[in-house]
């Protein structure tokens, strides 16, 4: 909660790109570089770039809802864009 009120949220499709950019890095430095010694797995379309893709489409909402929801703690209704006094509920 104090990270929300704290630092704005991102907006959606740069969320989504952070969160597929960390899987790739992670998918590149220990499941290619340290387990499997070899990044030719980066040649299938269908075993690592469809769920690279598929990430990036499942984050996006996730980034939506979390912007407004953002906004929402900042004291802006997304909806209408105008300053919300009072409690949320």
Do not use: N
């Not at 430095?29 to 040649?43: K, T």
């Not at 209408?80 to 409690?87: D, E, I, K, N, T």
């Amino acid at each position: 909660m104090v990270f929300a009120h704290r630092y704005p949220t991102p907006p959606p499709r740069r969320m989504a790109a952070l969160w597929t950019g960390l899987v790739i890095t992670l998918d590149a430095v220990l499941v290619a570089g340290l387990i499997m010694r070899d990044f030719s797995m980066f040649d299938s379309m269908l075993g690592t770039w469809l769920p690279f893709a598929l990430i990036f489409l499942g984050a996006w909402p996730g980034g939506v809802l979390g912007h407004r929801l953002g906004r929402r703690w900042h004291g802006v209704d997304p909806g209408s864009l105008r300053p919300v006094h009072g409690p949320q509920r």
